[in-house]
């Protein structure tokens, strides 16, 4: 496998730096317009922020149906809630991964800077 990784690797690194200053692939450094900066950090930060809320909410409905699942002997009440903390805790791993990598290519072509 790393077999294949390197050769996609020196096929791509060819293909970008090309032969006697021609490349194959053309360079291209995308930026967003000045204007749009402040409004699309507001739109991630909110989805951001909105999303691990409601993680933490279904997290604490999770927990409420297996306190109350095990107090009423509801062994599917209680399972489900379990199943419920699972699945909000892989939603806000997902959500603060999801978040930090757009902030990354967001930060990569703004030329490092935010």
């Given at each position: ?51 691990l809320s ?61």
């Amino acid at each position: 496998m790393s077999q294949i990784l390197q050769t996609i690797h020196d096929i791509t690194t060819l293909a970008a730096d090309g032969e006697n200053d021609s490349p194959v692939i053309p360079g291209f450094s995308p930026s967003l317009p000045t204007t749009l900066q402040n409004p699309t950090g507001k739109i991630l930060g909110w989805t951001a922020g909105g999303g691990l809320s409601l993680a933490v909410l279904g997290g604490l409905a999770g927990w409420a149906c297996v306190a109350i699942g095990h107090n009423t002997e509801r062994a599917q009440l209680a399972s489900r809630g379990k199943s419920a903390i699972v699945w909000s805790v892989i939603a806000a791993v997902g959500i603060g991964v999801t978040s930090g990598l757009v902030w990354g290519f967001y930060s990569m072509t703004q030329g490092g800077g935010s």
